[in-house]
């Protein structure tokens, strides 16, 4: 049985995620309570997180646009956000090879 794909996306690409698992790397902007909310080029919600650290979350987008969070990597605070930019441009024009469009 093939592994279900998690495209990467950010906030843009959201509403068009909805109840689809996915990965999202950004920036942790706010921590409330077990809550956070991290910069994607835009902001995300629902994560246990660390102030001011880069992380990827695998999670699935909710109805309201919030995302579930099945796991969160923690990549400290030295990531080149461009080259991430870089990459969920490339999974989004190369779809075909990331993930079914269906």
Do not use: C, W
């Not at 921590?31 to 956070?36: C, K, V």
């Not at 695998?58 to 969070?69: A, E, N, R, T």
């Not at 605070?77 to 441009?89: C, G, K, L, R, T």
């Amino acid at each position: 049985m093939a592994a279900e794909a998690t495209p990467r996306i950010n906030a843009r690409y959201l509403e068009s995620f909805t109840n689809s698992t996915v990965r999202i790397l950004g920036r942790v902007t706010s921590l409330r309570g077990e809550s956070a909310t991290i910069d994607a080029n835009g902001s995300v919600q629902d994560a246990h997180l660390t102030l001011n650290n880069a992380v990827e979350i695998i999670g699935k987008v909710q109805p309201d646009l919030s995302v579930k969070v099945f796991q969160a990597m923690d990549f400290g605070s030295n990531i080149d956000f461009n080259a991430v930019e870089a990459v969920v441009d490339a999974t989004h024009r190369y779809k075909e090879i990331f993930y079914s469009a269906d």
